[in-house]
Each structure stands twice: as C-alpha cells, then as structure tokens.
Nanobody, 120 residues
Framework: QVQLVESGGDLVQAGGSLRLSCRAS????????MGWYRQGPGKQRELVAS???????NYADSVRGRFTIFRDNAKSTWFLQMNNLKPEDTAVYYC??????????????WGQGTQVTVSS
C-alpha cells in the first residue's frame, strides 16, 4: 500500500521561503501526476501546482512565479519550493498523486497535510 508523507510546513514571516516535501512509501506505482493542494481557513481545497510524469508543470495564478514544483523520481519524492510567501498563502498543504495500478485501476492518493503559516 502506498502512502504519501509530507514534511516542511512551518511558521514563516512574509517574504520568506519554505520547501515542502512529499515522499511516497510502500509499493510504488507509476504516478501520472503529482501535485500540491492547499486549504486555507474557511476556504475550499485548491490546486497549487502539479507536475506530470513527463515533466509538464501547472501552477495556480496566485503562486505562479513564486512557487516551483519539482521531483526526484529516484527517491519517489516531489517538492514545492515556496518563495516570497504572503499571509494569504497560509493553509494546510496536501500532496497528491494520481496514477494507475499494475492492473490499470486508477487511484488518487493524498498526504496527511502540513501546516504553513505566514505572518505579516
């Protein structure tokens, strides 16, 4: 069974930087897409950034130019580098992976969430 384990959330001042990590453990399937979502207080969960197996990236307009998603396939890990953080980036960040099992059953995995708090 595959699990996603996140790390890197913290309290940081506005303008600061953080790097979130998501590591997949267990029986590793091929992931088609890996991503990061966030849910702020009183808000719906939203996509922050994603990266495909082929390396194509996608970003929310609110983070484009400040956040970068990248991966280390050899370590089944992907990252979210967050620069120039703003108070509105405060949220619980969840990593996500989508793919198909060896039997071609589609799956979606979620991490447990890591808190990012940006103080003004």
């Amino acid at each position: 069974q595959v699990q996603l384990v996140e790390s890197g959330g913290d309290l940081v001042q506005a303008g600061g930087s953080l790097r979130l990590s998501c590591r997949a453990s267990g029986v590793i399937y091929r992931f088609n897409t890996m991503g990061w979502y966030r849910q702020g207080p009183g808000k719906q969960r939203e996509l922050v950034a994603s990266i495909t197996d082929g390396g194509s990236t996608n970003y929310a307009d609110s983070v484009r130019g400040r956040f970068t998603i990248f991966r280390d396939n050899a370590k089944s890990t992907w990252f979210l580098q967050m620069n120039n953080l703003k108070p509105e980036d405060t949220a619980v960040y969840y990593c996500n992976a989508e793919g198909k099992s060896p039997s071609l059953t589609p799956f979606i995995l979620w991490g447990q969430g890591t808190q990012v708090t940006v103080s003004s």
